[in-house]
């Protein structure tokens, strides 16, 4: 009889729990350890707005924002400094502005942008509104750090965004040819950018980082004479249509209809623009040999050609074929404003032409060293153009309120009339572009920087814009060295306008004022003072503001006015004797003959051999004796 085999014992059943629980401990693993690192603050807390202890109840972005898209950067760029209310109230117009460099008004001070721009045309016709324009552009970003920062800016309730964005999407941090890259798959940078917020994702990065140090050279910035845009380009060659080329297509597209999908889905309105840049004088950075008639050299050369022989329409073609075939992407190629257009149109977008504005203001139709100071950045006369593209196509979609007819042509004259800008900021833009426009990729590397060594300060104006682009001195400064120059030779306008600078770009810095105010009540500009101390009242009545409201209203005959001030100031300080002296002069034109009495006793209490304030006494102790 065969023997038969024992079947083999089944293999025995887990309950499903018992499979979860090595994934449960690992999930509480790094819970705890986040919690853990958050606990001790370590790594850093990534916000996009903060608050500043001296100006309470306002916010403005971060100025260490962008490291994270440049963590291997010793210097980091920044974020105009533009204050916002935490808590917005119902009277405020709030706008944001998303973009780069050309965004945030490179080479000039935030007050050439064309985001302060559309703030002063639009404050000048809506003063009953509080209106806040805050510009998030970013030198060397491009629309992944745009996508990321989204969230928190639409978390400030923006009744708009205003987008100029799309020429850094091959060399900006994250983009196709970076240095910065993380890879070219968008989903994947996009998800480590989420990432980068949690602590224990820090931590390992920190490791790593460490461990990559210990075992070979560091690759981080080194600092140097190289500029921002020398150190992120990755990929120096990028020709038409290749792999790398349709990448930086393909995460400028995604990117933004994500950007737009986000805005709509919290029924923020958006406004895009087109790209304008350098096409007549700017030759291609890199020409790809091989090409024949269709390289970057020979369409460029071509369309001088054709300008030369009056064939615009013609030399624009060349022009702009050249610009997409020039390998150094610095410049957005055409189909990057294609796709532009594209969205505009499929989500029903107010499209700003800035390419088409800026071509038409040229006088010879095609943008070049007339409105851009380099490949691609505009001169202020080229921002103001955005400015004004934005505000029509802002007020053309309803986006704005009607305004009365005539106005903007007489607000648009007044702006440029009263541009706060001094040869100072000119002259220091004009260096930042001599660092850009001297070094690589404009001239080959390793070739010192002529443009920079040829300059010659004249006037002291020239000598102080040297230490600013020198890091030498702070801008402030060199404009306060200026107002003293103009404060010392009694020139009140010239001083004026260096401080009114400065205010315009820290419009909530009360320093600013005051010095401003003392020197035009020393040039005995007082109308002109109480213009400015009006404005600094707004945000800070102390015993300045008080002080010098009064003595002003009682010198221009106002005595309400002139007693409501001083009577506040002296509640601050009682032992200013002028301040007494003033009040009573108050009083007494105003009939109060004895608060002007115990007024001006006070004064000379405190300043006994003042002669003006006994004079002054005993012409009032004669008035009471004859009343």
Not at 94 to 100: A, D, K, S
Not at 407 to 426: G, K, R
Not at 525 to 554: C, H, M, P
Request: proline residues 5%; contains cysteine; glycine residues 6%.
């Amino acid at each position: 009889m065969k023997k038969t085999e024992a079947p083999e014992p089944a293999a025995k059943q887990y309950p499903r729990w018992f499979y979860a629980i090595p994934v449960v401990v690992i999930i509480a693993f790094f819970l705890l350890l986040e919690a853990g690192l958050r606990v001790f603050h370590y790594g850093e807390t990534r916000r996009v707005f903060v608050e500043f202890p001296q100006y309470p109840g306002y916010l403005v972005t971060d100025f260490s924002v962008a490291r994270k898209y440049f963590p291997q950067l010793q210097n980091i760029p920044t974020p105009i400094f533009d204050l916002f209310h935490k808590d917005k109230s119902n009277s405020t117009l709030r706008i944001f502005v998303l973009g780069e460099s050309s965004a945030a008004g490179w080479p000039y001070t935030a007050n050439a942008s064309f985001s302060r721009y559309l703030k002063r045309k639009l404050q000048a016709l809506y003063p009953e509104k509080d209106i806040e324009v805050i510009n998030m552009g970013i030198s060397a970003i491009c629309t992944y750090t745009i996508r990321d920062i989204l969230p928190e800016i639409l978390q400030q309730r923006p009744d708009a965004i205003l987008v100029y964005t799309g020429h850094n999407e091959y060399y900006g941090a994250l983009g196709a040819g970076s240095t910065q890259r993380l890879g070219h798959s968008r989903w994947l940078t996009n998800f480590l950018l989420k990432c980068e917020n949690l602590k224990t994702f820090q931590l390992v990065q920190n490791i790593i980082r460490g461990a990559a140090k210990a075992v070979g050279p560091d690759a981080g910035d080194k600092g140097g004479n190289e500029t921002l845009m020398a150190k992120v380009i990755g990929e120096s060659a990028i020709p038409l249509n290749s792999d790398v080329y349709q990448n930086g297509l393909s995460q400028f597209e995604g990117n933004m209809r994500d950007i737009i999908a986000e805005c709509k889905a919290a029924s923020v309105p958006v406004v895009i623009s087109t790209l304008a840049c350098n096409l007549q004088d700017q030759k291609p950075f890199v020409n790809i040999a091989g090409e024949g008639s269709n390289s970057a050299d020979s369409l460029y050369t071509r369309a001088k050609a054709a300008q030369a022989a009056g064939n615009v329409q013609q030399a624009k073609q060349l022009f702009e074929a050249a610009r997409d075939r020039d390998a150094l992407r610095f410049r957005a190629p055409s189909a990057v404003n294609q796709i532009i257009r594209k969205l505009a149109a499929e989500f029903s977008l107010p499209l700003v032409e800035a390419d088409t504005l800026l071509n038409a203001a040229s006088p010879t139709g095609i943008a070049g060293k007339t409105l851009m100071v380099d490949h691609l950045h505009p001169t202020i006369t080229g921002y103001a153009l955005i400015g004004e593209g934005f505000y029509k196509t802002m007020q053309f979609a309803g986006m704005l309120p009607p305004v009365q007819a005539g106005s903007e042509q007489m607000v648009t004259h007044i702006l440029q009339s009263t541009m706060p800008f001094t040869s100072l900021d000119s002259t220091v833009a004009d260096l930042r572009v001599r660092v850009l426009t001297g070094t690589y990729p404009f001239v080959p590397k390793g070739q010192p920087n002529t443009l920079l060594a040829s300059f010659r300060p004249v006037t002291l104006s020239d000598t102080l814009a040297q230490k600013v682009a020198d890091h030498a001195m702070s801008l402030e400064e060199a404009h306060y060295r200026l107002a003293d120059m103009y404060l010392q030779t009694g020139s009140a306008a010239a001083y004026e306008n260096e401080l009114r600078v400065l205010i315009e770009e820290r419009p909530m810095n009360p320093e600013h004022y005051k010095k401003l105010i003392s020197g035009l009540i020393e040039l005995g500009n007082f109308s002109a003072a109480l213009v400015y101390l009006q404005r600094l009242e707004k945000f800070q009545s102390d015993e300045f503001t008080n002080k010098w409201i009064g003595s002003i209203a009682v010198n221009q005959g106002d005595y309400t006015t002139g007693v409501k001030y001083l009577e506040r100031y002296v509640q601050l300080n009682g032992d200013d004797p002028q301040a007494w002296y003033n009040l009573a002069g108050a009083y007494a034109n105003s009939g109060n003959y004895k608060a002007a009495i115990e007024a001006i006793r006070k004064s000379i209490r405190l300043a006994p051999q003042y002669g003006p304030a006994i004079m002054f006494y005993q012409q009032l102790m004669q008035i009471t004796q004859q009343k």
